[in-house]
């Protein structure tokens, strides 16, 4: 019984530390986006550069 009347302390002692781990969790999804649409942007740029090295023959002679 004497465990019982502890509980929501342990509640109020915890809820910071769970508020910073999903402030942590959201700030990394947030680099996720960011480096996704990173990697969207150089693919983009890729494909455009091989396009136009495609079209363009070189020759060397």
Do not use: E, W
């Amino acid at each position: 019984m004497a465990m019982a009347q502890h509980m929501p302390h342990i509640k109020y002692l915890f809820t910071p530390l769970i508020q910073d781990v999903y402030a942590v969790y959201n700030n990394v999804g947030y680099n996720c986006f960011i480096a996704a649409g990173i990697y969207v942007v150089i693919g983009l740029v890729s494909f455009v550069q091989v396009r136009l090295n495609k079209r363009n023959d070189y020759l060397v002679r």
